[in-house]
């Protein structure tokens, strides 16, 4: 069974650019949810995606959109880049959306200059 | 929403004692709290959780502790070693229809042989 992967594993951008990061869920998972973990914080809910519809979001401005797939996979999208948006970001995949458990990818390092 | 505080933020242990980390979080209706284990450079890693409808829940050396009442959980590891030495989260899932994780500022680990 294949566990969550994420791509790319490190990013630089600069400020202003726009950034996409890619999500694959764990085999038989429909429900993604991505995380913000700055350095040294806990991760914090940026969105989740069922049915390929958001499904919940956090305290994060528009500039951060998603998207899901038939084949629940998932693009996490960052508009208009910014200092503060360097962060750690993860992917999490659970069974269904109801399901308790959301088990991690590896996380992409975003890194803007 | 739900605010989930955890302590202490640094823990040294030597080998073989045992470790407790203590959250405390402010929604009620919280019903499901897991505890994540993150090394260096990987994504957390679920290593525990426990529902609101029990008390206590054990797994080998981890176990972990519910008071609904206060609104405190705690993680026990027992005769630790040095693999355990690591970032842990504690998290809290708020009531029906939000299945975001909220979860504490960490605390490093480090189990000293």
């Known amino acids: 069974e294949t566990g969550v992967t994420q791509s790319p594993t490190h990013l630089i951008k600069t400020r202003g650019q726009q950034v996409t990061l890619r999500c694959s869920s764990q085999?038989?998972?429909?429900?993604v949810s991505w995380y913000q973990q700055a350095l040294g914080q806990g991760p914090q809910f940026i969105f989740q995606?069922?049915?390929?519809?958001?499904?919940g979001r956090g305290n994060f401005p528009p500039r951060f959109s998603g998207l899901q797939f038939p084949n629940y996979s998932s693009e996490l999208n960052v508009n208009a880049l910014e200092l503060d948006d360097s962060a750690l970001y993860l992917c999490?995949?659970?069974?269904?959306?109801?399901?308790?458990?959301?088990?991690f990818g590896p996380g992409t390092r975003l890194t803007v200059l | 929403g739900e605010n989930v505080e955890q302590h202490p933020s640094t823990l040294s242990v030597q080998e073989g004692d045992s470790a407790v980390i203590k959250c405390t979080y402010s929604d009620s209706a919280s019903n499901y709290f897991p505890w994540y284990k993150q090394e260096l450079g990987k994504g957390p890693q679920l290593i525990i959780d426990?529902?609101?409808?029990?008390g206590e829940k054990k797994d080998q050396r981890i176990a972990v502790t519910l008071n609904k009442t206060a609104k405190h959980f705690s993680l026990h590891i027992t005769e630790t070693q040095p693999e355990d030495s690591a970032v842990y989260f504690c998290?809290?899932?708020?009531?029906?229809?939000?299945?975001?994780?909220?979860f504490g500022k960490g605390t490093k680990l480090s189990v000293i042989p």
């Open positions: 999490a995949s659970s069974p269904r959306v109801s399901h308790n458990e959301q088990f």
């Open positions: 085999s038989g998972h429909n429900t």
């Open positions: 426990i529902r609101s409808n029990v």
């Open positions: 998290a809290a899932r708020s009531g029906a229809g939000s299945y975001q994780l909220t």
């Open positions: 995606y069922y049915r390929e519809e958001e499904n």
